[in-house]
């Protein structure tokens, strides 16, 4: 069973970077893609950028183009999603997801909080 364990959340001002990473562990991992959701409260999840394993390319929700990068290190099973530019509006739960039977992401991880002040 492959799990997700995402790390780097926080709190920040409006205007500043963080760095969430994504780790998978458990059996061998080779997912066709991986992605970042979020959830805000009150509000439903939303996707924010994916990652094709192999491949590499990449792609954002409107939200976050220009502003967010996603990576991966193939050989650390791991995701990553830099976030600069910070608005009070990106404040959510972060969560890291997998597509590892399936063309959906039917893998996540818990989620780790990103707060960002005015």
């Known amino acids: 069973q492959v799990r997700l364990a995402e790390s780097g959340g926080g709190l920040v001002q409006a205007g500043g970077s963080l760095r969430l990473s994504c780790a998978a562990s458990g059996r061998t991992f080779n997912p066709s893609a991986m992605g970042w959701f979020r959830q805000a409260p009150g509000k439903e999840r939303e996707f924010v950028s994916g990652?094709?394993?192999?491949?590499?390319?990449?792609y954002y929700a409107d939200s976050a183009k220009g502003r967010f990068t996603i990576s991966r290190d193939n050989a650390k099973n791991a995701i990553y999603l830099q976030m600069n530019s910070l608005k009070p509006e990106d404040t959510a739960v972060y969560y890291c997801?997998?597509?590892?039977?399936?063309?959906?992401?039917?893998?996540w991880g818990r989620g780790t909080q990103v707060t960002v002040s005015s």
């Open positions: 990652i094709y394993w192999r491949a590499g390319s990449t």
């Open positions: 997801a997998a597509q590892v039977s399936d063309i959906r992401y039917d893998t």
